[in-house]
């Protein structure tokens, strides 16, 4: 079996599981995350509460279920809102190469990525208020381009196929050859930048809302468990321990699965990426 | 080259103009006027108004964004209305925490990821390899913060060698500052270093293809000695720029561990800023940090054409 192969099994073992466990508390968790139980608050993992409890007495386990869907649907709500107009632009930007829009887009480009990574998100949310909602749009728009890119450069080297030029002899107009031609095979590249930054994402959310600026309480997400747990990671350390954990698996599970889907997709990358 | 030069300078200066326009425009765009919205809502009309006045919000938008310009270009920030003294100050104080943890963090990662980064590459498909890259993966999904948190369990709270967060400042002597910055500095290293050590590894794979590497072997080089002399040196340069762009994850990233230490650093002041809503301190360091991000980016570039020349002609 190629390494391709291991990554994309491993990585989607990983996701499945921590996203499983995210599906399943839409309808089923241990314990209620909405009552608080102040008498047995802090408590470390022991039999009823597998990974301990946490300062009002919340099951670590059930938080952990809740949240990570939460910090799922964040990412996966800003991915999509970089796919839903990044998309169009690169289309545009690689149809009229070295035209004003393409200029326009990146240069616009090279202005989103001269923020200091978070900095944008950290301006954008500081300014709307803190909530889940505009941690989407913040990473969102950090987002847009980065798709813009993937797909203009994807798309820059189909436009001088000769399966494109034939299309433009049977009169197809560029709107329709972009749609038709251009994104079907640039979709390789978009799914493994999908998958990236999915992973970026949960790590966006759990930094902007572990400093506040991201998921407000009462609404459980893994960064605001992790902000929970700084003051009393003396006292309980599990309370830091098992959703940072979470973290990582879910992140190193899409890594794993991007890694695996680029070799898959693009076999003259195996062996020689970073 | 003067023209490489020049036309990296003008899309230096355009990048900027835009991103201090984005600032400005997300600062306008906060709920009420600025002034309203860095009081909060039980403040008194009058004191509103105030405010207003102070910060020339009396005045049109285009002339204030040219004021504010301006004033930056010549080193005046602004004054902060929480700190009651000038941006320009505040932000140089905090600058001797965050420019010597990001330099200690770069410093880091850079002793950890280049002998990781040669040894997987001159171990490509082995044992070895494997193990350190599996390390990179799981170095780049691991929080910085929670990394950080994990560091001050062990080292701060249990093994007593570091203290748990703050800064005694450099009149303290030199060795306890650096100590504070040490647990920060690892933490920041961590995933900035998986990401290098990816990097030297596969540029250093792509050197050791090239004719110049068989050349030195049939030289009668050994293949470490080969490595070494000819396939570490030229497999830098990549590595240079990656290097550069790091500098923009390390200042992001510090705003979140500095939150965690309490070190009264920029990202610290920022978040402190947001919270009180002072917005010009936030306009004012936000713009610096997109300032020196572009500034370094650019210096590698041009770095990077002197080196290869070949690059001049492609952008």
Known sequence: MSRANVNLILGTLLVAALGGLALLALVWTPYDVNVMNIAGKLKPPSAEHWLGTDQLGRDILSMIMVGAGTSITVAALAVAVGLVFGIPLGLLAAAHKGGLIDETIMRLNDVVFAFPFLCLAILITAVLGASAGNAVLAFGIFNIPVFARVTRGGALSLWEREFIMSAQVSGKGVARISAEHILPNVLNLLIVQGTIQFALGIQVEAALSFIGLGVQPPTPSLGRMLADAQTLVTLAPHMAIFPGMAIILIVLGLNLMGDGLRDLLDPRLSGERT | ?315
């Open chain 2, 1 to 315: 080259m003067l023209r490489y030069v020049l036309k990296r300078l003008l899309s230096l200066i355009v990048t900027l103009a835009v991103a201090s326009m984005v600032i400005f425009a997300v600062i306008e765009v906060a709920p009420g006027d600025p002034a309203s919205f860095m009081l909060g809502v039980n403040a008194q009309p009058d004191t509103v108004a105030a405010l207003r006045t102070e910060l020339g919000l009396d005045q049109p938008k285009a002339e204030r964004y040219l004021s504010w310009i301006g004033n930056m270009l010549t080193g005046d920030f602004g004054t902060s209305y929480t700190y009651r003294s000038s941006v320009a100050q505040i932000i140089g104080d905090r600058l001797w925490v965050s420019v010597p943890l990001a330099l200690y963090a770069l410093i880091l990662s850079t002793v950890i990821a280049f002998p990781a980064g040669i040894y997987a590459a001159a171990r490509r498909g082995k044992a070895g390899d494997a193990a350190v890259m599996g390390g990179t993966q799981l170095g780049v999904a691991v929080p910085n913060f929670w990394f950080a948190m994990m560091l001050v369990l062990i080292f701060a709270i249990n093994l007593r060698w570091f203290g748990a967060g703050g800064f005694p400042g450099w009149s303290k002597g030199v060795f306890p500052a650096i100590k504070a910055l040490t647990l920060p500095a690892i933490a920041l290293a961590l995933p900035q270093a998986a990401i290098l050590t990816r990097v030297m590894r596969s540029s250093l794979i792509d050197v050791l293809g090239e004719d110049f590497m068989r050349t030195a072997r049939a030289k009668g080089l050994t293949r470490s000695q080969a490595i070494w002399r000819h396939g570490v040196r030229n497999a830098l340069i990549p590595v240079l720029t990656i290097l550069g762009l790091q500098v923009s994850f390390l200042i992001a990233g510090a705003i979140v561990i500095e939150q965690v230490f309490y070190l009264p650093g920029l990202g610290r002041l920022i978040f402190q800023s947001i919270n009180a809503r002072d917005l010009i301190v936030v306009e004012s360091v936000v713009m610096l940090l997109v300032f020196a991000v572009v500034l370094i980016n650019f210096l590698v570039d041009i770095a990077y054409s002197i080196v290869d020349p070949r690059l001049r002609q492609r952008t």
